[in-house]
């Protein structure tokens, strides 16, 4: 998926240039330690997955990176800066994105009053003309209040973000989540070509193989820890893929 020409695209980092170090971390819900001493890296440019189980700690990881949840212990570095303490809003404002499980939109709100918010400021043109570039059908739903879309038309309209926002680092939860095969393929074709802008992506997926097929690093997590680092290829091939994920059970933490 090629982006318009009017774009802003960021410079593409075939350097080895990391976006995310998260070193050591350890957070979770009051007293309740979901992820321990858990460490990972995003490289620019690509598609980085975590697989696990249900319960294995990867949206606690999601919310951590983000600044949604207090880090006890460890450091989370974006862009080369520690945020550990920043604040959410300035994590977002240097080039962070979101894409939360449960889709992540203003169901109250219009389609075009939420790309307008996505857009955070920018020209509401561009950004309506950015999103049906990626999402055509979103063009045709303008005018219509987000909650009454279907759920692959909400889930579309809470991916543009990735392209309004132009981002350097996008977090994705579990965007295929409960949606039709030919819309996964959609999503999916929509995150494998995010790179191409620039856009670094940090994925967790039902759909390991989907997930895998288009990552160029993997991690499997398992009770709040990480079971396995490596290639995307590597997971897919030999007994790798039986023996961490679909061999993982279902953990809770």
């Given at each position: ?5 009017s ?56 919310r ?17 800066e ?7 809003f ?13 889709r ?6 219009t ?10 400021g ?32 909400q889930?579309?309209?809470a ?46 997926d ?9 990552a ?10 990480i ?27």
């Amino acid at each position: 998926m090629s982006a318009p020409a009017s774009a802003e695209l960021h410079t593409s980092s075939a350097t080895g240039e990391l976006v995310l170090e998260v070193e050591g971390l350890t957070t979770g819900y009051g007293r309740t330690v979901v992820v321990r001493d858990l460490s990972l890296s995003v490289p620019a440019g690509g598609v980085t997955a975590v697989l696990g189980p249900n319960g294995a700690g990867k949206t606690t990881l999601l919310r951590a990176v983000c600044g949604l949840l207090p880090v006890s212990k460890g450091r989370v570095r974006l862009f080369g800066e520690d945020v550990t303490k920043v604040a959410p809003f300035q994590r977002f404002a240097r080039g962070l994105c979101h894409v939360p499980e449960g889709r992540g939109i203003f169901r109250g709100l219009t389609v075009r009053e939420n790309l307008k918010l996505q857009a955070g400021g920018r020209d509401e043109s561009r950004a309506i003309e950015l999103a049906a570039s990626a999402f055509p059908i979103l063009r045709d739903r303008l005018g219509q209040t987000a909650g009454t879309l279907s759920g692959g038309q909400q889930q579309m309209l809470a991916m543009a973000s990735a392209y309004v926002r132009n981002p350097r680092l996008v977090l994705v939860d579990e965007a295929s989540l409960g949606l039709a095969p030919i819309v996964v393929d959609e999503i999916f074709a929509f995150l494998a070509g995010l790179p191409e802008r620039g856009s670094s992506i940090l994925l967790v997926d039902q759909f390991a193989p989907r997930a895998l097929a288009i990552a160029s690093t993997a991690y499997v997590m398992r009770r709040g820890e990480i079971a396995f680092s490596g290639t995307g290829k590597e997971l897919l091939e030999g007994d790798l893929f039986s023996q961490y994920v679909q061999g993982s059970g279902s953990d809770t933490t």
